[in-house]
C-alpha cells in the first residue's frame, strides 16, 4: 500500500526512531529501520505527582462514591477502547462495584451504544460518566480507584498504566505484547483477553479482593515498574542525550554524508 512505501522510506531514512515498546520497535524494524537507530524509549510519568495515598474524602463524597468499591476505565471513549467490555463485567461483580468511564474524546454513536447496553443490563446506578478528569487532579482519581482497566485493541504500553501503577492502584489490561512487557513478572494474572468479560470480571474481582498486605505489596511492585519503564525526568534525559547525539553527528558532517 501506499502507506506502507511510505513508512518504509521514511524509516529507512530516518537517523533515530525511538518506539515506546519493544514490539513497536520490531515493527519499525520490519518496516525498514536501521536497528542500531532505534531506541526504545517509554513515554513518562512523575513518580512524584502520581504516587500512592489517599484520595480526598470531598472527592469520593462528590461522587456519591461512599462505601463503594471503584474500577475506573480512563481511555477515551472510543470503540477501540472496548469500554462494553468493562461493562458487561461489571455486571457480574458484587453490587457494590462502580464503574466509572471517562467523557474524553467521545464518539457519540460508540457513546450511545455504551448507555443502551447500560440500560439493557440494568446498571444505570452502578455506571458513572465522569466529566474530562483535569490533568493536576488524575492522580487522586487512580488513588480512589480499587482497580483500574484497560482493553485496547491494540496499543503500546499506555501512560495510563503507567500512571495508575505508579499510584499502586492494581490494573487489569487486555493481552497485547506491549502489555506482557509492563506487567510479566509483576502482576502476570492482570493480562487477560481483552474481549472476555467474564475473564476480566474474575481479573478484577480477584484484585478487589485481595488481603490488605498482598495488596500492599503488589502496589510496591507495580509503582517500582513504572518508575523502571516510565520515569519522566529520566526518560526525556534519554532523549536529550539523543537529540544532542544527533546534533553532533550533523556538525560533524555524518548526516550530509549519509
Not at 74 to 92: D, G
Not at 189 to 218: F, S, T, Y
Not at 219 to 228: P, V
Request: aromatic share 4%; proline share 6%.
Amino acid at each position: 500500500s501506499h502507506a506502507r512505501v511510505w513508512a518504509r522510506r521514511t524509516l529507512s531514512n530516518a537517523a533515530l526512531v525511538t518506539a515506546v515498546s519493544a514490539d513497536l520497535a520490531r515493527a519499525a524494524i520490519e518496516l525498514g529501520a536501521v536497528p542500531e537507530r532505534v531506541r526504545l524509549v517509554q513515554f513518562g510519568v512523575d513518580p512524584q505527582d502520581f504516587k500512592p495515598g489517599s484520595a480526598p474524602d470531598s472527592l469520593r463524597a462528590d461522587l456519591a462514591l461512599e462505601g463503594r468499591r471503584v474500577v475506573l476505565s480512563p481511555r477515551a471513549l472510543r470503540p477501540n477502547y472496548r469500554h462494553e467490555v468493562a461493562i458487561r463485567a461489571t455486571a457480574s461483580l458484587p453490587d457494590d462495584v462502580t464503574l466509572l468511564l471517562v467523557d474524553w474524546q467521545p464518539d457519540a454513536q460508540y457513546r450511545a451504544q455504551l448507555v443502551s447496553l447500560i440500560d439493557e443490563l440494568d446498571l444505570g446506578d452502578r455506571v458513572r460518566f465522569l466529566p474530562s478528569i483535569p490533568h493536576d487532579v488524575l492522580a487522586d482519581y487512580y488513588r480512589l480507584s480499587d482497580v483500574v482497566v484497560s482493553l485496547p485493541t491494540s496499543d503500546a504500553f499506555p501512560v495510563t498504566a503507567l500512571e495508575a501503577m505508579a499510584c499502586g492502584t492494581p490494573i487489569v489490561m487486555g493481552e497485547l505484547p506491549s502489555v506482557h512487557e509492563g506487567l510479566d513478572g509483576v502482576d502476570g494474572g492482570a493480562i487477560v483477553p481483552g474481549n472476555d468479560a467474564a475473564a476480566v470480571a474474575a481479573a478484577i474481582r480477584a484484585r478487589l479482593e485481595m488481603a490488605a498486605p498482598e495488596r500492599a505489596a503488589l502496589g510496591e511492585r507495580l509503582r517500582a515498574r513504572a518508575i523502571e519503564r516510565g520515569d519522566m525526568r529520566r526518560n526525556l534525559l534519554e532523549m536529550e542525550e539523543l537529540y544532542r547525539g544527533l546534533a553532533a553527528k550533523r556538525r560533524s558532517g555524518w548526516l550530509r554524508r549519509r
